[in-house]
């Protein structure tokens, strides 16, 4: 299948960034698509993406500076992992991963990812993007990976923290919350929304965010001074607990795919010291993946 109307690649030429990553530094958020003569798409998949492979991955990642990476399993190819074990067991332990299963996933396929590297599940909350799967599997799911001491990745859209919530905080593992909770911009980062979230991380020490995809939430696009603040707030307050990423390949974005160059650039706007780039580039995605 061609891809989706709209669908807008990566960028085929990044720059090289003025910032230079710290070594050990880990790209904690970032996807592979097929290609898919080999992996296929997902039937059930709401948008169709250009094949972006794990070799392509990885020689991005040593461009950029960044030593290892955080392979998230996208929407696309749903329930099939395999593309994503695949980059995992290529990458000479420089890569972990966050899959995506649903409740017939067996203990022995839960143990075999563990072995190549697995130390997540998502849960997906976004609607446009994947059907609504009820809460009482999700529940069913996190219990069985908590002793395998995996965490949940959970992506949301602000708006919808408030129905959310009390769900989140009774999951039984680490919690790691995808693009600062989504918040929307315009509102200001001492809008009520977003203060919420505040509230929540700081009541919920089990709680990590993800200070990513300023390229999805910006309005006045590079260098993203308008998504500055959001992330900035979140590394002073909860240092320990914010780890970055690139998104690439940049899944499913309507409008023109980031220079990923651009976005390693934008990490000393929300961390300006040396100490805070290391915790958020290094030491907080060792701990979380590595450990």
């Given at each position: 299948m061609a891809m989706s109307a709209g669908y807008i690649p990566f960028h085929p030429d990044p720059s090289k960034p003025k910032y230079a990553p710290p070594a050990g530094a880990v790209d904690a958020h970032c996807h592979v698509f097929g290609p898919e003569r080999k992996f296929p798409y997902a039937p059930e998949r709401k948008y169709t993406p250009c094949d972006a492979p794990k070799e392509k991955l990885f020689a991005l990642r040593d461009f950029l500076g960044f030593d290892k990476n955080v392979i998230v399993q996208a929407s696309c190819h749903s329930k099939d992992n395999r593309a994503m074990i695949d980059a995992l067991e290529s990458s000479n332990n420089k890569a972990r991963g966050v899959a995506f299963v649903g409740e017939e996933v067996t203990d022995a396929e839960l143990k075999a990812m563990d072995r190549a590297g697995v130390r997540g599940v998502r849960f997906n909350f976004v609607r446009r993007l994947v059907d609504f799967t009820p809460r009482e599997v999700l529940n069913r799911i996190a219990a069985r990976v908590a002793p395998l001491g995996w965490h949940i990745v959970v992506y949301f859209e602000m708006a919808d923290l408030p129905e959310l919530e009390s769900f989140f905080t009774t999951l039984p593992t680490t919690v790691v919350v995808d693009h600062m909770g989504t918040p929307d911009v315009k509102k200001g980062v001492d809008h009520p929304e977003n203060q919420r979230f505040h509230r929540?991380?700081?009541?919920h020490r089990n709680f990590w965010v993800k200070a990513t995809c300023p390229e999805r939430m910006t309005i006045a696009g590079p260098p993203y001074d308008d998504v500055a603040p959001f992330a900035k707030r979140l590394v002073e307050q909860f240092p320990e607990r914010v780890i970055w990423g690139t998104d690439w390949p940049h899944p499913n974005m309507k409008k023109e795919a980031?220079?990923?160059?651009?976005?390693?650039?934008?990490?000393?706007?929300?961390?300006?010291?040396a100490a805070a780039q290391k915790a958020l580039l290094v030491d907080n995605p060792t701990r979380l993946y590595w450990s």
């Open positions: 929540l991380m700081g009541q980031p220079d990923d160059g651009a976005l390693v650039d934008f990490v000393p706007r929300l961390a300006p010291t």
